[in-house]
């Protein structure tokens, strides 16, 4: 019986001959590009504080993710500090998967998001 046991399809990693491994799976086919402006229009509080007043929000264009599926983009506002004050142009980069936006981080310097091409949502 333990002898069996051991003549089934191997993993795609085990040390065995490669015609006895199991072949590894495709990868997922990418998702279709986003709405990025009617996604940011309709989750703005997803990427900036309500509080911040986010005015004259410009998006880019969606990127495939460097890291898996998915998409990224920049936004771009002219925003408020929490007193009320203008502060000047916030920008943020967005991760969208499945057409949600899941994660969002400021931009510094380096980021490509300086040189993106913005349109007004």
Not at 11 to 28: G, I, L, Q, Y
Not at 77 to 102: C, F, H, L, Q, W
Request: charged fraction near 25%.
């Amino acid at each position: 019986m333990l002898a069996l046991a051991g003549c089934g399809i191997a993993d795609s990693r085990s040390p065995v001959p490669a015609f006895m491994r199991a072949k590894e799976a495709d990868p997922p086919p990418p998702e279709p590009p986003p709405n990025v402006k009617q996604l940011v229009h309709d989750k703005l509080d997803s990427v900036f504080v309500s509080t911040s007043y986010p005015q004259n929000v410009r998006v880019s264009a969606p990127l495939h993710g460097p890291r898996g599926p998915g998409w990224t983009a920049c936004v771009r506002a002219d925003v408020n500090s929490a007193t009320g004050k203008p502060i000047g142009t916030e920008t943020y980069r967005i991760t969208i998967r499945d057409g949600e936006i899941v994660d969002r981080r400021r931009v510094d310097d380096n980021d490509n998001c300086v040189s993106e091409d913005y349109q007004p949502i």
